[in-house]
């Protein structure tokens, strides 16, 4: 049995206006989108990404930075290179 936590939030994204990064909703929900400046990006920086993904049930979040390829920071945060926008 596998848990769905791709729900919706029932606030609308109103906690997200108080947040430091943007989010976008998608057909699959809230997506918050933190973008840093530096290469690489310390886990104890994401922590308010993570709290952010849990406190609005998120699927996942994204970090854009200056990292020369994508990866995955865990399982529910991805990482983009500027350059691949």
């Known amino acids: 049995m596998t848990e769905n936590r791709c729900q919706r939030s029932d606030d609308g994204g109103q906690k997200a206006k108080n947040r ?9 929900g809230l997506i918050p989108v933190e973008i840093k400046y530096t290469q690489t990006v310390p886990s104890i920086q994401l922590r308010a990404l993570r709290d952010f993904i849990k406190d609005q049930n ?4 994204l970090v854009i930075n200056s ?16 350059a691949c926008l």
């Open 20 to 28: 430091e990064y943007g989010s976008r909703k998608g057909e699959f």
């Open 58 to 61: 998120c699927c996942f979040g």
């Open 67 to 82: 990292d020369e390829g994508s990866r995955l920071y865990d399982e529910q945060i991805a990482g983009i290179p500027f």
